[in-house]
Nanobody, 125 residues
Framework: QVQLVESGGGLVQTGGSLRLSCAAS????????MGWFRQAPGKERDVVAT????????YYADSVKGRFTISRDNAKNRTYLQMYSLKPEDTAVYYC??????????????????WGQGTQVTVSS
């Protein structure tokens, strides 16, 4: 069992930056892949970025590639999403998730079994 808590969301203007943080507790963090997802009102939950258990591999949705960076600090049991050049279309609830299988890497929601409560990111135009 793992508990995930996101933080760092807020309201920013177009072009601004935010750094989201996900704190994990419970199940061992370092051996599991992590991911960030987002869901806008009336839309499906979409992948934003994922990172392998080791941090060696990352994946980014085309819509955020070059603007967002996913990272992890296993010593702190945390994963981060650094967001630059934010756009109104980035407005959504952002969720942190952990994969169900250790020592793996995923590029879609499939395989992510544990989810945080989400943190709201709003980008004004």
């Amino acid at each position: 069992q793992v508990q995930l808590v996101e933080s760092g969301g807020g309201l920013v203007q177009t072009g601004g930056s935010l750094r989201l943080s996900c704190a994990a507790s419970g199940r061992t963090f370092s051996s599991y892949p992590m991911g960030w997802f987002r869901q806008a009102p009336g839309k499906e939950r979409d992948v934003v970025a994922t990172i392998s258990w080791s941090g060696a591999r990352t994946y980014y949705a085309d819509s955020v590639k070059g603007r967002f960076t996913i990272s992890r600090d296993n010593a702190k049991n945390r994963t981060y999403l650094q967001m630059y050049s934010l756009k109104p279309e980035d407005t959504a609830v952002y969720y942190c998730a952990q994969g169900s299988t250790p020592y793996t890497f995923y590029t879609s929601p499939t395989g992510f079994g544990s989810w945080g409560q989400g943190t709201q990111v709003t980008v004004s135009s």
